[in-house]
């Protein structure tokens, strides 16, 4: 999506300050609501959810003066807001044209780029596990080690090992996780 | 008030777009606005993919999931690392439980022995058997096998009708009965005899086409078997041949037994003599 060149020098920072007066928070803030909005334009099925996120922006940017004098509240539910105009544009867009076939795994790629990219997956997956450090692998190797129902019991099991809940359990690894895979994101686009 | 109403269900159901407008924009601001823990989100997102690779899903989820999570290529890629990690999960434990395996049967077997010392002796004990055994089997083989050597030798000396080459030492025997018993014949080998022949004249009027002799040292174990022995050509005596090296100083017993055309065996004789180096 193209960016807007119609924006008024020093309105990022009027973004910022607008999301906090602490300017180390705001810059935080910042950062997670991308991060949110992304999320939401996949929840959404948007096409390009980094490219809406920053059409939010680029459209709040234009206004965030005058908003700032006129809108009371969250400003991030602001741009939840400009956010779910985009999702509906989007949406009559891509309406019925989602097919099931489409989105068959393995048919999505000719057979050949499918086992580089297996490769460079296993090479990155070496490397990155390597990075997160002893304590981390092991935890993932216990925690992803069963399958279906025998899982179940096995991760309760590592939580009373642990000392935790099984729900604190599942978000500590869902932390892991989430370093994991955007370690190997940026594994695989270096080497692309 | 809101944050308790959110339970890992209704995420489930959000994260399945089975939810109306309200219910998602709702989830969405809290979301938005951290009143629900990013993080329980993403667990719950996790469990999702995890169910879909399990094939863990029903049929109409499944459908769900796959117009929500399979349709961008990052979604795509998500997915396989997820189940690229899975996978490695497995793998790996799989693998250590079977070297895990390996490695505490051979510390079991080192406990065995190290945790019970009252087998050491008996191990040690039975070691020292196998190896007198398999040395005395391997004597035994090497005597046996140097014995046939030599009656293979006696043989082709005794079926030999010509002098053989070599020095040879004659010594003529009679029968040991009770009036010789007293008197033995003495052989005494120099170092240049190779073979000594036996004439062994026998006591009995009936003659043999051929003869079998048992040769054997007094007190020794050992016997030579000579088979397929002949009279001389004037019938008189029997010759028997013997290399000189089988004979050591001692006394020698030899048992003559004459062998009928029908294969029935004569009565027996015995001679002796004696050897001096």
Same mark, same amino acid.
């Given at each position: 999506?193209?960016?807007?060149?119609?924006?008024?020098?020093?309105?990022?920072?009027?973004?910022?300050?607008?999301?906090?007066?602490?300017?180390?928070?705001?810059?935080?803030?910042?950062?997670?609501?991308?991060?949110?909005?992304?999320?939401?334009?996949?929840?959404?099925?948007?096409?390009?959810?980094?490219?809406?996120?920053?059409?939010?922006?680029?459209?709040?940017?234009?206004?965030?003066?005058?908003?700032?004098?006129?809108?009371?509240?969250?400003?991030?539910?602001?741009?939840?807001?400009?956010?779910?105009?985009?999702?509906?544009?989007?949406?009559?867009?891509?309406?019925?044209?989602?097919?099931?076939?489409?989105?068959?795994?393995?048919?999505?790629?000719?057979?050949?780029?499918?086992?580089?990219?297996?490769?460079?997956?296993?090479?990155?997956?070496?490397?990155?596990?390597?990075?997160?450090?002893?304590?981390?692998?092991?935890?993932?190797?216990?925690?992803?080690?069963?399958?279906?129902?025998?899982?179940?019991?096995?991760?309760?099991?590592?939580?009373?090992?642990?000392?935790?809940?099984?729900?604190?359990?599942?978000?500590?690894?869902?932390?892991?996780?989430?370093?994991?895979?955007?370690?190997?994101?940026?594994?695989?686009?270096?080497?692309? | 008030?809101?944050?308790?109403?959110?339970?890992?269900?209704?995420?489930?159901?959000?994260?399945?777009?089975? *939810?109306?407008?309200?219910?998602?924009? $709702?989830?969405?601001? #809290?979301?938005?606005?951290?009143? @629900?823990?990013? /993080?329980?989100? !993403?667990?719950?997102?996790?469990?999702?993919?995890?169910?879909?690779?399990?094939?863990?899903?029903?049929?109409?989820?499944?459908?769900?999931?796959?117009?929500?999570?399979?349709?961008?290529?990052?979604?795509?890629?998500?997915?396989?690392?997820?189940?690229?990690?899975?996978?490695?999960?497995?793998?790996?434990?799989?693998?250590?439980?079977?070297?895990?395996?390996?490695a505490s049967g051979r510390r079991r077997s080192f406990a065995h022995f190290r945790l019970k010392p009252m087998f050491v002796m008996p191990m040690a004990a039975a070691v020292v058997?196998i190896? *007198?055994?398999?040395?005395?089997?391997? $004597?035994?083989?090497? #005597?046996?096998?140097?014995?046939? @050597?030599?009656? /293979?030798?006696? !043989?082709?000396?005794?079926?030999?009708?010509?002098?053989?080459?070599?020095?040879?030492?004659?010594?003529?025997?009679?029968?040991?009965?009770?009036?010789?018993?007293?008197?033995?014949?003495?052989?005494?080998?120099?170092?240049?005899?190779?073979?000594?022949?036996?004439?062994?004249?026998?006591?009995?009027?009936?003659?043999?086409?051929?003869?079998?002799?048992?040769?054997?040292?007094?007190?020794?174990?050992?016997?030579?078997?000579?088979?397929?022995?002949?009279?001389?050509?004037?019938?008189?005596?029997?010759?028997?041949?013997?290399?000189?090296?089988?004979?050591?100083?001692?006394?020698?017993?030899?048992? #003559?037994?004459?062998?009928?055309?029908?294969?029935?065996?004569?009565?027996?004789?015995?001679?002796?003599?004696?050897?001096?180096?």
């Amino acid at each position: 999506m193209a960016r807007d060149s119609a924006i008024a020098p020093g309105s990022f920072d009027e973004i910022l300050t607008w999301l906090n007066s602490d300017r180390e928070v705001a810059g935080d803030q910042y950062v997670q609501l991308r991060h949110d909005l992304v999320k939401i334009f996949r929840w959404n099925r948007c096409g390009d959810p980094e490219g809406l996120t920053d059409e939010v922006f680029d459209r709040v940017l234009r206004k965030v003066h005058e908003l700032r004098q006129t809108f009371t509240g969250d400003p991030r539910l602001f741009f939840y807001g400009v956010a779910r105009n985009l999702i509906k544009e989007e949406s009559k867009r891509l309406r019925g044209h989602i097919s099931l076939d489409d989105m068959d795994l393995a048919a999505n790629a000719p057979a050949g780029e499918h086992n580089n990219t297996r490769l460079m997956r296993e090479e990155c997956l070496d490397l990155c596990l390597q990075k997160i450090g002893r304590n981390k692998r092991e935890l993932i190797l216990d925690y992803y080690a069963k399958e279906k129902q025998a899982k179940i019991d096995h991760r309760a099991e590592v939580a009373r090992r642990l000392g935790i809940s099984v729900e604190a359990l599942r978000v500590r690894v869902y932390r892991i996780r989430s370093t994991l895979e955007e370690c190997i994101n940026s594994c695989l686009d270096a080497k692309r | 008030m809101e944050k308790e109403t959110v339970t890992d269900a209704s995420l489930r159901q959000f994260l399945l777009g089975r *939810v109306d407008d309200e219910e998602r924009q $709702r989830i969405e601001k #809290l979301v938005i606005t951290n009143a @629900v823990p990013k /993080e329980r989100v !993403g667990a719950a997102e996790e469990d999702l993919l995890e169910d879909y690779l399990e094939d863990a899903l029903s049929p109409s989820d499944r459908e769900r999931f796959l117009m929500q999570y399979a349709y961008t290529s990052a979604q795509q890629r998500r997915l396989q690392i997820t189940q690229d990690v899975k996978h490695w999960a497995i793998t790996e434990q799989q693998r250590r439980i079977t070297s895990k395996g390996q490695a505490s049967g051979r510390r079991r077997s080192f406990a065995h022995f190290r945790l019970k010392p009252m087998f050491v002796m008996p191990m040690a004990a039975a070691v020292v058997v196998i190896v *007198v055994v398999v040395f005395w089997v391997n $004597r035994k083989i090497e #005597l046996r096998n140097r014995q046939f @050597v030599l009656e /293979e030798e006696i !043989g082709r000396l005794n079926a030999s009708s010509g002098s053989p080459k070599g020095q040879i030492s004659s010594l003529p025997l009679r029968p040991v009965t009770l009036r010789s018993a007293a008197t033995e014949t003495e052989l005494v080998i120099r170092p240049n005899i190779q073979v000594v022949e036996l004439q062994l004249f026998c006591n009995q009027d009936e003659s043999y086409s051929t003869y079998q002799a048992v040769l054997r040292r007094i007190g020794d174990a050992q016997s030579f078997n000579i088979r397929n022995l002949h009279p001389e050509p004037e019938g008189k005596a029997i010759r028997v041949r013997l290399p000189a090296q089988i004979l050591t100083t001692g006394t020698y017993h030899l048992e #003559l037994t004459g062998l009928r055309a029908d294969g029935r065996s004569g009565p027996m004789e015995e001679f002796q003599f004696s050897v001096r180096g």
